[in-house]
C-alpha cells in the first residue's frame, strides 16, 4: 500500500486563560495540521505547533518544510516500510522538527490504522506486560504575580488536577515566594514540578532550588533550570542540589538524550514529540533510558488533541515513562476534534480505537 497523497490545513483553537512562560505568552493555538492518505482512503493525522522560542519553526517555515521538501520525498512511498520513510525524511532537510514530527505521527495514525492496531499496542510491542491503558497529566500554572498563580493553582485543584507545573524562571526570589505562596494554598500532598523554561543562570538556579528545599516546599522536580547550551550548566546544578532536575529544551534528539544521560546532565528527560521530530527518533531515547535506568516525561509544547494523542499513546506505550505533561487539550476552551483519548481532568483514558484514535477534524484540506 501507497502514500497517495498529503494535505495541510490550519486550526485555531483559543485558550482558557493565557499561557505564560518565561520564553513567551500566548492566548491560542495556531497550529498546522497535517493528513495522509494511503491508496485505499485510509487516512492519518498530525499537528505541527509553531513554538518558534523553542524550536526555531514558524508557521511559515512548518509549511515549506512539507510543501517543498518532505511531501515531494515521501509520497508514492510504500506504507509497510515506515523505517524507510522516515530516514528520507530525515534526510531531504535537517532540524525543521516540527513539520517532521506532525508527517511522522500522521504515517504512524495511518500506518496503526492499517495493521487495525491503536498506536499504543504498537509502540508497546516490545513489553506489552508495560502497557497503561490510563494515564494522569499535570496541569501547567503560567508564570504571573503569585496571588494570580495561587488563584489558578487553587482552582486547578478544585478541578481534581493533583499535579502542577508551575512556571518560573522569572527572577530567583520572587520564584522561591511563588512556589511558596502555591504550597501554603494548595496544602502538602499536591505534587509540585517546577519549569524555569531557561530563565535562570547556574549560580541563580541553584540558589533559587537550594532556597525551596530549605524551606520544605516539597518540589518533585526542577525542569530546565538554565539554557538549552548551557550543557556545563545543566551538569553544574543537578550536582548542586538535592532537587531532581529534568532536561528539556537540551534535549532534541536521541543524541542529545544520550548525553545527557552519559554525562549526567540531569537526572531525568522531557521528551516531546517536537522536538525529536516525532515518535521514530523518541523511540530511540525511550531505547536510551531503558538502558540507562532513566525515568522521562513525555510533554507537550501548547498543542491541541492531534499530536498530544500521540504523546499520549507513546507515554502509555512505554514504562520509562512515568511522567505526563500533556495538558494541551485542558489549556484549549474548546475541543473541535471527534475521538482520541478520553480527557477526564487529570485522567486520560486511551481505548482500542485504531490509530491514534481522532476521527474528525474540522479542518479545509489543501492537497500539496
Ligand atoms: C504545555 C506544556 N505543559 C508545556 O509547558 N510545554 C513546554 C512549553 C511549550 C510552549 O511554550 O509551547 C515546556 O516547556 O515544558
Ligand atoms: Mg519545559
Given amino acids: 500500500m501507497k502514500l497517495k497523497e498529503i494535505a495541510i490545513g490550519y486550526i485555531e483553537i483559543p485558550l482558557v486563560t493565557p499561557f505564560k512562560t518565561a520564553l513567551r505568552t500566548v492566548n491560542s493555538v495556531n497550529d498546522l495540521i497535517v493528513k495522509v492518505t494511503a491508496e485505499d482512503g485510509t487516512e492519518g493525522y498530525g499537528e505541527a505547533p509553531p513554538t518558534a522560542v523553542i524550536t526555531g519553526d514558524t508557521k511559515e517555515s512548518i509549511e515549506a518544510a512539507i510543501r517543498y521538501y518532505i511531501a515531494p520525498s515521501i509520497t508514492g512511498m510504500g506504507l509497510d516500510d515506515l523505517p524507510s520513510i522516515m530516514a528520507k525524511m530525515e534526510k531531504c532537510l535537517a532540524k525543521n522538527t516540527t513539520a517532521k514530527a506532525a508527517v511522522d505521527i500522521a504515517l504512524y495514525d495511518l500506518y496503526a490504522k492499517l495493521q487495525k492496531k491503536p ?3 504498537l509502540l ?4 506489552p506486560s508495560a502497557v497503561k491503558t ?3 497529566t499535570d496541569i501547567t500554572i ?3 504575580d503569585t496571588d494570580e498563580m495561587v488563584r489558578d493553582s487553587v482552582k486547578a485543584v478544585g478541578e481534581g488536577f493533583r499535579i502542577l507545573k508551575v512556571k518560573v524562571g522569572k527572577g530567583g526570589e520572587k520564584d522561591v515566594e511563588r512556589i511558596r505562596e502555591i504550597r501554603k494554598a494548595v496544602g502538602k500532598d499536591v505534587v509540585i514540578r517546577v519549569d524555569a523554561n531557561q530563565g535562570w543562570t547556574r549560580e541563580e538556579a541553584v ?3 537550594t532556597a525551596m528545599e530549605d524551606a520544605g516546599l516539597g518540589i518533585e522536580l526542577v525542569e530546565q533550570p538554565v539554557s538549552y547550551h548551557d550543557f556545563k550548566g545543566m551538569q553544574y546544578v543537578t550536582a548542586h542540589v538535592q532537587t531532581p532536575i529534568l532536561a528539556d529544551e537540551s534535549v532534541f534528539s536521541y543524541e542529545d538524550g ?3 544521560m552519559e554525562e549526567h546532565g540531569a537526572d531525568l528527560v522531557n521528551i516531546k514529540l517536537m522536538k525529536t521530530g516525532g515518535i521514530h527518533e523518541a523511540v530511540k531515547i525511550c531505547d536510551a533510558a531503558d538502558r540507562f535506568g532513566i525515568k522521562c516525561m513525555i510533554g507537550c509544547m501548547l498543542e491541541s488533541k492531534v499530536s498530544v494523542s500521540a504523546g499520549v499513546h507513546l507515554a502509555a506505550a512505554r514504562s520509562c515513562v512515568t511522567m505526563a505533561d500533556l495538558d494541551g487539550p485542558s489549556l484549549c476552551k474548546v475541543d473541535p476534534y471527534e475521538g482520541g483519548p478520553v480527557y477526564q481532568g487529570p ?3 486511551l481505548s482500542e480505537d485504531y490509530g491514534i484514535g481522532i ?4 479542518v479545509k484540506f489543501e492537497r500539496i
Fill in 347 to 349: 485522567k486520560i483514558l
Fill in 359 to 362: 476521527t474528525k477534524v474540522p
Fill in 258 to 260: 544520550v548525553r545527557v
Fill in 134 to 136: 490510563e494515564l494522569e
Fill in 124 to 127: 508497546g510491542e516490545k513489553d
Fill in 142 to 144: 503560567s508564570v504571573n
Fill in 119 to 121: 498506536l499504543f499496542r
Fill in 207 to 209: 540558589s533559587t532550588i
